[in-house]
């Protein structure tokens, strides 16, 4: 039996509805829409705008059930981590905030208060990112008169089936629960007034939220459709999507982050992996995701946006290939400084960073990409050796999925710089763990994540780069 579902994939540059068709041996996914998710800067702050993404959402599902000759049995969501809109009554209070607003700096100060980062970690197990949800929360002037909160994900389906529920692999990622047992910490939570009331019942990936309610399915024109709750943080279905066939493979999710880590069955609370900054985010089947954030292709596609504001735009497949050809050695410089976190001028941070450090600035565009993609490979190389040590296995293979993986210098650059080759696919990794995670819940295929990566790597080719030093 085969089966088509529809995958809702929202990034935080861009989001996709992808149809996947699913049953044993066969593994295909074609996109129905494509559109931009762009922050909209408010007087009080960067926010989203979830409505847009949602319209946006429902005009790709009715293309997706009127394109499926059989059909759709089923749809999912998922999207980037650790944002969340506020709800009473069932209605949204404001507008969520992007986590790239600076605003969460007065929350991590009022949780580091309460609650000192050390214990901080043996509970949620979480890297420290100014803007996990538990900060955000913190320095919320709405918490106080909601009932719910609900990350992105949880409110389009919300939207979709008017039921409130937390997927655990997203609700992984708030700081709001528990490491080692994976449910709420209720306690913690109290203690920045969210009241145990607001945090929806958790539930797995591969369970039947429900179905779509009457209004949406003649909307779009699928009536009664399942909406099926997947790895609903695009992370966790990424790792999904990464066909590791062995133990000593270590993966890097390349999009707006760099997310590098290793697949583990529990997760590592050490002062060590704290030190090192390395977060235990839920996976699917109860796998952790042990990783940590490096700056991914966001400081190219903010580099590329300035020259495009400054009426200098170049096109990244028309600049690369004058970035390979680079052969003078650029500045490494350190991807994780703060300052390019937020939206802005990047080759103008990078141009400071290099000018503060006694660093030589890379002179034209490709000189300046050349750098940005070294730095990053950089990083990343350097992150792989802390995965390794920290979580005690070697790391003999490394795989890049998602847009970063289109990347060819990137590939090369990671795999000599980490003197590990580079499995290079699939682009849509994401979209590939959603579908596949609803399609086994389907009973359109079986077995464990090894057995859905087996199917991804028998149905895409894969581009291997072997170090050249
Ligand atoms: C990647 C991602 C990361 C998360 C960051 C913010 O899209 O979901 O995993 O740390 O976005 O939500």
């Known amino acids: 039996m085969s089966v088509s579902v529809a995958a809702v994939d929202l990034g935080a540059s861009s989001g996709r509805v992808m149809v ?42 009715w293309t997706a059930a009127n394109s499926s000759p059989d059909g759709l049995a089923s749809v999912a969501v998922d999207s980037w981590a650790v944002d969340y809109a506020l709800m009473r009554s069932g209605h949204m209070l404001g507008v969520p905030f992007h986590y790239r607003d600076g605003r969460t700096a007065r929350g991590v100060a009022r949780v580091h208060a309460t609650v000192p980062a050390a214990e901080l970690y043996a509970r949620n197990g979480l890297q420290f990112l100014p803007f996990n949800t538990l900060y955000q929360l913190a320095a919320d002037d709405l918490v106080g008169f909601a009932d719910q909160l609900l990350l992105v994900p949880d409110l389009i389906g919300y939207w979709l089936t008017g039921r409130f529920v937390a997927e655990r692999t997203n609700a992984s990622t708030t700081g709001l629960l528990d490491a080692t047992t994976r449910q709420w910490d209720t306690r913690l939570a109290a203690s920045f007034d969210v009241q145990a009331s607001m945090l929806p ?29 997947v790895g609903s943080h695009d992370t966790a279905s990424a790792v999904v999507g990464v066909p590791m066939l ?25 002062d060590e992996a704290r030190a090192a900054n390395f977060t235990n985010e839920g996976g699917v089947d109860g796998t952790t995701r042990f990783l940590t954030n490096v700056m991914g292709t966001w400081l ?154 087996e199917l991804i790597a028998a149905t895409h080719s894969l581009e291997v780069f072997t170090p050249r030093r």
Not at 202 to 229: E, F, H, M, Q, Y
Request: glycine content about 10%; hydrophobic content about 45%; charged content about 25%.
């Open 20 to 61: 996947g068709d699913v049953g044993p041996g066969r593994l295909a996914l074609r996109a129905v829409a494509r559109f931009a998710n762009e922050p909209v800067a408010l007087a009080d702050g960067l926010h989203w705008d979830p409505l847009d993404l949602y319209r946006h959402a429902l005009d790709g599902l």
């Open 201 to 229: 019942e958790l539930i797995d990936p591969g369970v039947r939220i429900g179905k779509v309610t009457s209004s949406v399915g003649k909307r779009i024109g699928a009536p009664g459709l399942a909406v099926t709750a």
């Open 246 to 270: 062995t133990d000593d493979a270590a993966y890097i999710s390349c999009g707006t982050w760099g997310l590098v880590g290793v697949e583990l069955d529990a997760p590592v609370l050490t």
């Open 300 to 453: 190219i596609s903010e580099t590329l946006r300035t020259w495009e504001r400054d009426g200098a735009g170049v096109e990244l497949t028309k600049l690369l290939p004058a970035a390979a050809e680079v052969t003078d050695e650029v500045t490494v410089f350190d991807v994780q400084d703060p300052r390019f976190m937020a939206p802005g001028d990047m080759p103008k941070r990078i141009l400071d960073w290099c000018r503060e450090h006694g660093k030589p600035m890379p002179v034209g565009k490709p000189e300046i990409l050349r750098s940005i993609i070294e730095s990053l490979a950089s990083a990343f190389a350097q992150a792989l050796d802390t995965a390794q040590t920290l979580a005690r296995r070697p790391i003999r293979r490394v795989h890049i999925v998602g847009g970063g993986s289109l990347n060819r210098v990137l590939c090369q650059a990671v795999a000599d710089r980490s003197g590990r080759p580079v499995v290079a696919g699939p682009v849509e990794a994401t979209a590939l763990g959603n579908v596949l995670v609803q399609a086994r819940a389907l009973g359109a295929v079986d077995g464990d994540l090894a057995d859905l990566r």
